[in-house]
């Protein structure tokens, strides 16, 4: 799986593309070969052109690879690659791993698609974003990738189109419904803070209070059977509108026919001719 990082040149020379090295064969033309030697926790990367040979070491569990330069004139790509990695690497989050890197902070987080074209142009802005608050106590911006290891957490929080923002308790999501230029991604990131929830009571206001409240009171079979008859009432309403919109796409389709015919009858009807007819009298008329 090809990581989300930009291409960049190294003093002129390379450019660089980071992938996934853990299973088969890099694409062809980007990097000339990947090897393990036998008996060592490393991978060697060997590029396409030039001496630019990497040592990639695994480290410890949740910690970022080591990646040693072969020459000290290629020390630059290699803090280049490591930065790259560590942002590809911390920020991409799954279902997996998203309670453990949401754990007690507000969230920020971008669902979107490689092949989007709106996720593209937002990337650069987004990517910034995500290295201002790398390391935060309180806040976590991150990526989901919908279609790759993320996607069942992109169908648990239900989303429909790409890119797809969303914020507050990892619990309890919203909508972003702000601008997307990096000002307006900044400016709404720094409000973020804790929101009311069973760990933060006191940022209630008086109706959510009541109701967390009854919500701490039930036992858990309560609130597992009544989480079940909320979600399938938000399925029948989605199911209702795609059914909806299958039907207007249908009466679309049928009506766009429709007309191409009736166009198309009146067109074999003689119209061309007659406009021949039309002109050529003119033509006559003019000669004259």
Not at 86 to 109: I, N, P, R
Not at 136 to 141: A, E
Not at 200 to 216: R, S
Request: net charge neutral.
């Amino acid at each position: 799986m090809r990581r989300n990082c930009p291409n960049w040149t190294v003093q002129g020379i390379h450019d660089w593309h980071i992938y996934d090295f853990q299973k088969g064969s890099p694409p062809p033309g980007l990097i000339d070969s990947i090897d393990s030697p036998p008996g060592r926790q490393e991978t060697w990367i060997r590029c396409m052109e030039g001496p630019c040979d990497f040592w990639l070491r695994p480290q410890a569990a949740n910690s970022h690879p080591v990646i040693r330069s072969k020459t000290r004139r290629h020390a630059m790509a290699s803090r280049a690659i490591l930065s790259c990695l560590v942002l590809a690497t911390a920020k991409e989050l799954t279902k997996e791993t998203w309670d453990e890197a949401a754990s007690g902070k507000t969230v920020f987080v971008k669902f979107f698609a490689p092949w989007c074209g709106h996720c593209k142009k937002m990337k650069p802005d987004w990517d910034k974003l995500m290295m201002e608050y790398e390391g935060s106590s309180n806040v976590l911006i991150a990526d989901v990738d919908c279609v790759g290891s993320g996607k069942s957490k992109c169908e648990e929080v239900g989303v429909r189109g790409y890119p797809t923002i969303k914020y507050g308790d990892p619990d309890d999501l919203q909508d972003y419904k702000g601008g997307r230029s990096f000002n307006d991604l900044s400016t709404f990131a720094k409000g973020l803070g804790p929101s009311c929830g069973p760990s933060t009571p006191e940022l209630c206001d008086a109706a959510k209070k009541k109701m967390l409240d009854e919500f701490m009171a039930m036992d858990s079979a309560k609130r597992e059977a009544m989480i079940k008859e909320k979600e399938d009432e938000m399925e029948k309403l989605e199911s209702g509108f795609k059914t909806f919109v299958e039907g207007l796409q249908k009466q679309y389709q049928e009506s766009s026919d429709k007309k191409d015919a009736d166009v198309e009858a009146i067109k074999s009807s003689g119209l061309g001719l007659l406009k021949a007819v039309q002109n050529y009298a003119k033509k006559q008329k003019d000669d004259l």
